[in-house]
Structure formats: structure tokens, C-alpha cells
């Protein structure tokens, strides 16, 4: 019985998520869309901005006030690539708002087509179809852009969402080609509790819990290979999650 309670106060949570991000969106669709008028890197600190404002106040009212840990770890005009865990839906939103500084995602090109949305999405994001190597091709081109632009690039390199029973799926090469042809450090960050949140085994349900998202130190593609640069990575980020966020920051 108690299950069978909790089960719906789950999906009463979820549809409250769902409608409470919706109205948000329509709030600040306009202002964001605005920011694109603007030539980067301006237009895209203009959006983040205002994409963390509606993430600090979204996050609470579902119950998932966010943290951050390791700001520190990003020095000033420099711009990284981002590399971050992926579990559920929570995270973009959570990638995008709260990496310091004006940022982009590497997003499917597929969610353009969504009504509204696609156009928010498409001012966050470098779009590509996986099935298209011509569009992976000015995918990569656009990335080294945004970096060139003094702005950041968030990758997550498993690719999809991590749907196993393990901390992490196994890194594609991309985030860390594209270091090495740059010359641009990767950031490794490390997100935590939206498995718990958005469960992948259940639909419609959603736990508030708050997110934890932890910076940790750049690594430097600087005499390494594609391979090392992507399993000091992977060993980096796999040993902090296992451990937990940091608690002495």
C-alpha cells in the first residue's frame, strides 16, 4: 500500500514537473530567443544567464535545488570542453544553465523539429545527426568555432543516455579528437543523482532529490593520444562518482 503511495505522488510530481517547466518555458522563450540577435560570445552569455535565473527557480519548485562544486576549476578566457556523465533528462538542463561562463551542448539535430522548443534548442546547442557523416563532419567544424569564441563546449561522451547498471557507459573518441586538433583542455564534470530523479526503468515518475554537479581539475591533451586522453578521463570522473561529491569544498 505504501508503494502503491508513493508510486503516485511520484507521478503528481511528474506531472507537476512537466506543466511547471512548460509555463517556465513560455517565460523565458522570448528574451532567450532575443539573445540571438546578439553576435557570440555576447548573444550566449545573455542566454545562459538567463537560462541559469529559470534553472534556479525551476530546480527548487520540483524539488531539486541544484549544487555546485569546483567553479573554481575554470580560469578565466579560457574556454574548455565539458565533458559530462549522462543519465537522464535532468541533465542538459543542469550542463547547460550552471557551466560557468557562455557554453554550448553538442545536441541531436532531430529535437529541432519539436514546436518552440527546437528554436531554444537550437541557440543552446551544436546540432548533429549521427546518421549523416556530412553532418558530423560540420559538427566538429562548429564545435573548434564555438571554442574559438571564447566559449565553452559540453560534450557527453557516452553519447546517449546511460541506461546500464553501471556508473558509466564507455567514452566515444569524439570530446577527445577534438581536444587534441584544438589544443583546449577537457574539463571533466561529473553530475550526480539524476538517475534517482528520472528512474530509466520507470515512465512518467519523478523523485525530487536535490543535483549535485562537481568541476573537476582540466586535463590537458598536451602528449597524449586520442586513447590515454579518453581513459584518464574515464578513470577520473569514474573514481570521483564512485566516491561521491566532494564534501570539503
Not at 17 to 42: E, K, R
Not at 148 to 156: A, D, V
Not at 190 to 208: C, D, G, K, S
Request: charge should be positive; aromatic fraction near 12%.
Amino acid at each position: 500500500m505504501k508503494k502503491n503511495a508513493h508510486a503516485f505522488l511520484y507521478r503528481i510530481m511528474a506531472l507537476w514537473a512537466l506543466l511547471s517547466f512548460s509555463i517556465s518555458f513560455l517565460i523565458v522563450l522570448i528574451p532567450s530567443l532575443l539573445c540571438g540577435l546578439l553576435p557570440n560570445p555576447s548573444g550566449q552569455t545573455w542566454f545562459i544567464r538567463i537560462a541559469r535565473i529559470w534553472m534556479r527557480i525551476w530546480m527548487p519548485l520540483v524539488g531539486c535545488p541544484p549544487r555546485l562544486i569546483g567553479e573554481q576549476n575554470f580560469r578565466a578566457g579560457q574556454s574548455y570542453i565539458v565533458v559530462c556523465n549522462h543519465n537522464s533528462l535532468m541533465d542538459p538542463p543542469m550542463s547547460s544553465a550552471f557551466i560557468p561562463g557562455p557554453n554550448k551542448t553538442i545536441a541531436k539535430a532531430s529535437f529541432t523539429k519539436v514546436p518552440l522548443f527546437g528554436w531554444y534548442y537550437r541557440l543552446g546547442g551544436v546540432m548533429v545527426d549521427r546518421k549523416s557523416e556530412d553532418s558530423r563532419r560540420k559538427s566538429i567544424e562548429n564545435m573548434r568555432r564555438v571554442l574559438e569564441n571564447g566559449m565553452h563546449m559540453c560534450i557527453y561522451p557516452e553519447g546517449t543516455r546511460n541506461r546500464t547498471d553501471q556508473p558509466f557507459k564507455s567514452f566515444y573518441d569524439g570530446a577527445f579528437k577534438l581536444a587534441i586538433d584544438s589544443g583546449h583542455s577537457i574539463l571533466p564534470a561529473v553530475i550526480f543523482h539524476t538517475r534517482t530523479i528520472l528512474p530509466p526503468q520507470r515512465f512518467f515518475y519523478f523523485v525530487p532529490h536535490p543535483i549535485v554537479m562537481e568541476f573537476l581539475t582540466p586535463v590537458s591533451p598536451v602528449g597524449e593520444t586520442v586513447e590515454s586522453l579518453k581513459e584518464k578521463v574515464f578513470q577520473l570522473m569514474w573514481e570521483r562518482y564512485g566516491n561521491g561529491p566532494s564534501r570539503n569544498l
